[in-house]
Antibody, heavy 119, light 108 residues
Framework: EVQLVESGGDFVQPGGSLRLSCAASGFTFSSHAMSWVRQAPGKGLEWVSALSGIGNDAYYADSVKGRFTVSRDNSKNTLFLQINSLRAEDTAIYYC????????????WGQGTLVTVSS | EIVMTQSPATLPVSPGERATLSCRASQTVNSNLAWYQQKPGQAPRLLIYGASTRATGIPARFSGSGSGTEFTLTISSLQSEDFAVYYCHHYNNWPPYTFGQGTKLEIK
C-alpha cells in the first residue's frame, strides 16, 4: 500500500525558513517523480514543484522559484522541500504526491502538513 | 503557463441526477488531463487520468471525456458521497502543471 507522510509544517514569521519532509513507502521510490502541491486556507490547489525520480530534474512554480528547493534522498525514501524567505501568502497545507510511472501525473497524495506564516 | 478554467464554480444538483463539469485549457494539453475529488479535510483523490481513464477503484458512474483544450467530467447518478470539490489538472509536457480553480458540487 502506498503511503506518503508529510512533516515539518510549523508556525513561522515572515522571512523565516522551514524544511518539509515526505516519507514514502509501499512503492519503489526512486522510480517515480514526486511533486509538492499546496492549498491555502479555503482556496484551490496550487502546483508548487516536481522532481524526477533520480533527482536531476527539478521544476518550480514562478511564485516560489528562487525561494523553494526540492530534493530527495532515495536511500531513505524521503522527499524534501526547503522553503526560504517565507511570506504570508505561503500559508497553506503542503501535500506531497507520487507520480505515475513516466509521468508527472499525481496518483497518490499524502495528508499534508500545515505551514502558517504570520508575525 | 497553461491556464485551466473550470465551470461552473458551483453546481447544485439533486442526488440521483447527472452532473456535468467542464474544464478548458488555454492551449492544448493533448489528453494529459486528470480529475481529482477533494472532500473537506481530506487530500485530493485521483478519479480520472488521460482525460478518460478511471483510476483504480473509481466507480463507473464517473466518466471523463475530451482532448486538446476542452474536457468534461460526468457523474451519471449522484450519490451522497459525491458532493465535494472537483479539480482538473494538466500534466502535459512541461511545467508548471496547473490546476483549475475547482467546481464545488453541492446538494440542491
Amino acid at each position: 500500500e502506498v503511503q506518503l507522510v508529510e512533516s515539518g509544517g510549523d508556525f513561522v514569521q515572515p522571512g523565516g525558513s522551514l524544511r518539509l519532509s515526505c516519507a514514502a513507502s509501499g512503492f519503489t521510490f526512486s522510480s517515480h517523480a514526486m511533486s509538492w502541491v499546496r492549498q491555502a486556507p479555503g482556496k484551490g490547489l496550487e502546483w508548487v514543484s516536481a522532481l524526477s525520480g533520480i533527482g536531476n530534474d527539478a521544476y518550480y512554480a514562478d511564485s516560489v522559484k528562487g525561494r523553494f528547493t526540492v530534493s530527495r534522498d532515495n536511500s531513505k525514501n524521503t522527499l524534501f522541500l526547503q522553503i526560504n524567505s517565507l511570506r504570508a501568502e505561503d500559508t497553506a497545507i503542503y501535500y506531497c504526491a507520487k507520480s505515475a510511472p513516466g509521468s508527472f501525473r499525481s496518483d497518490y497524495w499524502g495528508q499534508g502538513t500545515l505551514v502558517t506564516v504570520s508575525s | 503557463e497553461i491556464v485551466m478554467t473550470q465551470s461552473p464554480a458551483t453546481l447544485p444538483v439533486s442526488p440521483g441526477e447527472r452532473a456535468t463539469l467542464s474544464c478548458r485549457a488555454s492551449q492544448t494539453v493533448n489528453s494529459n488531463l486528470a480529475w481529482y475529488q477533494q472532500k473537506p479535510g481530506q487530500a485530493p483523490r485521483l478519479l480520472i487520468y488521460g482525460a478518460s481513464t478511471r483510476a483504480t477503484g473509481i466507480p463507473a458512474r464517473f466518466s471523463g471525456s475530451g482532448s486538446g483544450t476542452e474536457f468534461t467530467l460526468t457523474i451519471s447518478s449522484l450519490q451522497s458521497e459525491d458532493f465535494a470539490v472537483y479539480y482538473c489538472h494538466h500534466y502535459n509536457n512541461w511545467p508548471p502543471y496547473t490546476f483549475g480553480q475547482g467546481t464545488k458540487l453541492e446538494i440542491k
